[in-house]
């Protein structure tokens, strides 16, 4: 298995399309680092990884808190060799674009683009110095390709993730630092519960998606294999 003795950092990692990318990797083998807000959620998460009998630690942080985010980041790097980062923290809250507040926006654009940017940067630097290889994912949305109405924010950050990672993949491919996105459509997690929710919205959805239903988390896992 060539996933044997990877090295991980994915952020969001307490629930969502995150938790199910952790879970889905340490089943292959990879030594899996969790990061998110809630430590509950991440304990939760490791003591369920560690009754199947797989390895994975956590750092509960706010990853738009970016001097703890680079102290904490600093730490695990002195620790151990991470191979993999996955960006996979996301923050939406849907508004019209007229009443869309500068407040919002911004916790969008950091949440979304600006923490992913710090984490890949810290991350890669250390890949280029130490391994001159490695990969990172980052999880944008079909809002990034798609807009989707009533969230300025949220389709502006995905799009910008997007090219994100088309700029960092022209820059460090040098190094065999390989930088893509994966973008899902509509996923039934916590980030999407008011539109599933909503039957009627939810069916609308669900007819615009070629397989007429929405994807479940672990749908993801491949992809990221």
């Given amino acids: 298995n060539n996933m044997k003795n990877r090295k991980i950092v994915i952020t969001g990692a307490s629930k969502g399309l995150g938790k199910a990318i952790s879970f889905g ?9 969790m ?3 809630s430590k509950d959620g991440l304990i939760e998460n490791s003591n369920l990884l560690k009754k199947e009998g797989y390895e994975s630690e956590y750092c509960a942080l706010d990853i738009n808190n970016h001097k703890k985010l680079k102290k904490n980041v600093y730490e695990i790097l002195n620790k151990t060799d991470i191979n993999i980062l996955v960006n996979a923290a996301g923050f939406t809250s849907g508004l019209d674009s007229e009443d869309y507040p500068e407040k919002l926006w911004d916790l969008t654009l950091n949440t979304n683009l600006k923490s992913a940017f710090i984490l890949s940067q810290l991350i890669a630097k250390n890949l280029i110095l130490k391994q001159k290889r490695g990969s990172i994912i980052n999880i944008t949305s079909i809002a990034a390709i798609l807009s989707s109405p009533q969230n300025p924010a949220y389709n502006a950050s995905k799009g910008g993730l997007k090219s994100l ?14 930088v893509n996105n994966i973008a899902p459509g509509y996923f039934n997690t916590a980030i999407n519960s008011k539109s599933w929710n909503d039957k009627k919205l939810r069916k609308l959805r669900s007819s615009r998606s070629l397989m007429n239903r929405w994807g479940s988390a672990h749908e993801i896992i491949g992809p990221v294999i």
């Fill in 35 to 37: 990061i998110s807000r």
């Fill in 25 to 33: 990797l340490a089943c292959n083998g990879v030594k899996v680092i």
């Fill in 165 to 178: 990672s088309k700029a960092l993949a022209a820059d460090w491919a040098k190094y065999n630092i390989r």
